[in-house]
């Protein structure tokens, strides 16, 4: 903690996607670490897929450090109804902030992908080095493809003009604040909402995509924060990171546990004319704790339970 303070003190950070939900983590460990700096742009103000935006946000910014989490993201339905805006935007937004970094003369770059940049048929754990071994999952492939371009373009700056970055590949990510709109929710958030909604109608069953085989791993908010923020510190090598909990659970046993925390009685029905999305995930954590001591710290079901107690809490249910 003393380290972390002396290292941001003085430090101008700007956090694109400081707003969101994994951004709002990260922030607020960056004023607990005496960072007083700390630069958020709105989208309503700086549209970064738009150059002269991000330009603008450089110029009023200032940064030492850029730390880049905006993006366009949702589950399978949101990628499959908007796989050309997913893939432009999510480009655009990260090819400008890591060109306009570069011209800026920042101290680091900190860029978050996706671990939907693994090919769909990955040995598990994911390892790294296999991140190019072929085409993602059908569903996300535009997604994770326009993220896996900044690292290519992050390298690349390496290693023609010296840019020290850091490039980091959470798990899923799950905890109070989460998206809960069925839109474009991620799994954990959408089952929370369908299980208490049920609940609440007094319904018997609850409907689920898919047939429960895949497997998925999940990382607290709060721990993947501390990982973005311990590479930001610590990491500038040209590989990029794995971020997670090395634990990998199946989509029926989330589906049950989620039914337990929401204390839902009735049954679950398994839509299997709706696609499962990738086989397996579950990483390989070794690199960022041999390189940056990064450890998850938050066990999956006592993350879980906050999670629906959040929400509980928060729509006073």
């Not at 707003?19 to 958020?40: D, W």
Request: proline share 5%; net charge positive; glycine share 8%.
């Amino acid at each position: 903690m003393v380290q972390q303070n002396k290292f941001w003190k003085n430090k101008r950070v700007t956090v694109t996607g400081g707003a969101g939900f994994l951004g709002s983590y990260l922030t607020e460990k960056l004023c607990a670490y005496g960072c007083r700096n700390v630069f958020v742009p709105r989208k309503a103000d700086y549209d970064l897929v738009r150059i002269k935006n991000v330009k603008r946000m450089f110029c009023d910014s200032r940064p030492d450090i850029v730390i880049h989490l905006a993006a366009v993201v949702g589950g399978i339905g949101a990628n499959r109804e908007n796989p050309g805006q997913f893939f432009y935007d999510n480009l655009m937004m990260g090819v400008q902030v890591i060109d306009e970094a570069r011209k800026s003369g920042v101290s680091k770059i900190v860029c978050v992908g996706t671990i939907c940049s693994y090919p769909k048929i990955t040995p598990v754990p994911f390892k790294e080095v296999n991140v190019w071994n072929g085409y993602p999952e059908e569903t996300n492939a535009p997604y994770g493809l326009a993220k896996k371009m900044l690292l290519v373009q992050l390298q690349s700056y390496q290693q023609q003009y010296g840019t020290r970055f850091a490039y980091v590949m959470p798990t899923n990510l799950y905890g109070p604040e989460d998206n809960f709109n069925p839109a474009s929710s991620h799994v954990i958030p959408a089952l929370i909402k369908k299980f208490i909604d049920a609940k609440k109608n007094g319904d018997n069953e609850v409907v689920v995509w898919g047939t429960g085989k895949p497997t998925r791993e999940f990382l607290y908010v709060s721990d993947a924060a501390e990982g973005v923020l311990l590479a930001a510190q610590k990491y500038d090598k040209p590989e990029p990171v794995n971020l997670g909990t090395n634990t990998e659970v199946s989509i029926k046993h989330l589906v049950e546990l989620v039914g337990k925390c929401c204390e839902f009685k009735g049954r679950i029905v398994w839509d299997k004319s709706k696609p499962d999305g990738q086989p397996r995930r579950c990483l390989d954590t070794t690199r960022a704790m041999k390189e940056f001591g990064f450890r998850a710290k938050t066990a999956f079901e006592v993350g879980l339970k906050k999670t629906v107690e959040w929400y509980v809490n928060k729509n006073k249910l």
